[in-house]
């Protein structure tokens, strides 16, 4: 907003912003290019994709020097992990059916546990701090669920220990009691944090909960044929990645992730076997992922929008309607009644008397008016709608559907320098006629 970014470049600054991020945090410059163009985006093909890896690069660059120094090039220190023979992919494949239906409920009990707090008849200031109460009363009695899991932790003395319950399922420090347990414990302090309105993301978290649910299966698995099978850690480290992969929709991704995560390239056929089944089953639930479900549910359809549209090659101000009439706010109601029957309109534009846009008035406002009594000295002021929705010329119609949805027939359109300069009106009629004009021509 500050520099009056067009929408295509805000975009972009958002998926450098998602790469940079990663990138930085986990020492992944690649899996941060990758998760800005598969997760963020949905897709690989981008114009500005110089733009995304010079941002990953960067992060990485500054990342390195102050974080990532000496010995500390991975984010995990692992143990040489080994597959037993070939065969074992068939138990890393079950592993990814269990992550998929896991990771599944995982995204509908974090929906389910919003949805119990958004029923709440409480202060939404107040909601924040009963899953906080929730989390903190977990922690007291587990507190290997705070934080990412990994890294310098806190143990339940409150001494300082250099590692976290992610590292020691990897290192294979953590009874199988313990592994399930944090899975269950993990899943609900987040939805619990992230549903009550809390700060925080599911990256880590997803990392946590597939270590735990690949841990405890590699550890009944190895107890059952320990001649057959690799130790837990391999598991634990194929669940990480299989989870975020069902959780995120990224398994291209997860896998380079876990790859530069790790700097360990000895598991790379297990954890592509697992994430495909994991993936490839998970969409057969749910094709949404849990960052894609939160915009379903407010109406926005990820997936459609990604289609190809004609939409989104016909710019506003090549089908906008100039020297639209005007209303100035001074006019009575009455006044604007006998016009809206001659033009034909069923609404205008509202301007002061310097002509700059102040508003928007329809018939529906007109109407509403009449209803609640005399119009005699009410003028356009009193009935107009202030703050209206309004469109660039530089934005396409696939971006000003989307702002304005179906309930609006008309929207003025402005200078992006001088929000208040009127530069005509696009109506629902230019949008039709556009749109049958590009689909005859294909």
């Known amino acids: 907003q500050l520099f009056k970014l067009n929408d295509e470049w805000a975009k972009t600054m958002l998926l450098c912003g998602a790469a940079g991020g990663i990138s930085a945090t986990f020492n992944a410059p690649l899996a941060g290019i990758i998760f800005a163009l598969e997760v963020v985006a949905g897709n690989f ?20 020097i102050f974080l990532f120094t000496g010995e500390h090039t991975a984010s995990f220190s692992l143990p040489q992990y080994n597959i037993a023979n070939y065969l074992e992919l068939i138990p890393y494949a079950v592993l990814g059916i269990l992550i998929a239906i896991s990771g599944v409920a995982f995204v509908r009990f974090f929906y389910k546990t919003e949805e119990l707090f958004t029923s709440l008849k409480v202060p939404q200031v107040i909601k924040p701090a009963i899953g906080g109460l ?9 507190p290997e669920i705070f934080g990412v899991g990994y890294g310098i932790h806190f143990d339940s003395t409150g001494a300082l220990i250099p590692f976290g319950a992610l590292d020691q399922a990897l290192t294979e420090d953590l ?13 609900l302090s987040t939805s619990l944090t992230l549903g009550s309105g809390g700060s925080g993301g599911v990256f880590a978290p997803s990392l946590f909960i597939g270590a735990m649910a690949g841990g405890a299966f590699g550890y009944g ?11 837990y850690g391999a598991y634990a480290l194929v669940g990480m990645g299989a989870f975020f992969a069902v959780v ?19 598991l790379i ?9 994991a993936t490839t089953l998970a969409r057969s639930f749910t094709p949404e992922s849990i960052y894609t479900e939160r915009l379903l ?19 506003v101000n090549q089908i906008m309607t100039r020297n639209f009439p005007t209303a100035e706010e001074t006019m009575p109601v009455a006044e604007l009644s006998d016009k809206l029957k001659k033009s034909g309109h069923h609404g205008f534009p509202v301007v002061d008397q310097q002509g700059n846009l102040c508003g928007v008035v329809t018939v529906t406002d007109v109407v509403s008016a009449m209803q609640r009594g005399s119009v005699d000295n009410l003028t356009i002021a009193d009935i107009a709608t202030r703050n209206p929705r309004i469109a660039y010329p530089d934005q396409t119609l696939h971006d000003v559907m989307i702002l304005i949805g179906t309930d609006v027939g008309r929207i003025p359109v402005v200078d992006r320098e001088n929000p208040k300069k009127l530069l005509g009106v696009l109506r629902r009629h230019n949008i039709v006629s556009a749109y049958t004009r590009s689909i005859t021509k294909k």
């Open 248 to 266: 995120a929709r990224g398994p291209i991704t997860a896998i380079i992730i876990l790859f530069e995560l790790t700097l360990n390239y000895t």
């Open 269 to 277: 056929l297990p954890l592509m076997t697992a994430v495909v089944v």
């Open 297 to 315: 549910r407010k109406g926005i359809n990820v997936r459609a929008i990604n289609q190809e549209n004609p939409m989104k090659e016909i710019t």
């Open 175 to 187: 009874a199988f009691y313990s592994l399930i347990g944090l899975f269950f414990l993990k899943m």
């Open 134 to 142: 929730a989390v903190g009363i977990i922690g007291y009695f587990f």
């Open 221 to 231: 698995l190895h107890m059952l044929l320990p001649e057959s099978t690799a130790t």
């Open 45 to 64: 093909i981008n114009p500005r994709f110089g733009y995304i890896v010079i941002s990953s690069v960067s992060a990485n660059v500054i990342a390195k």
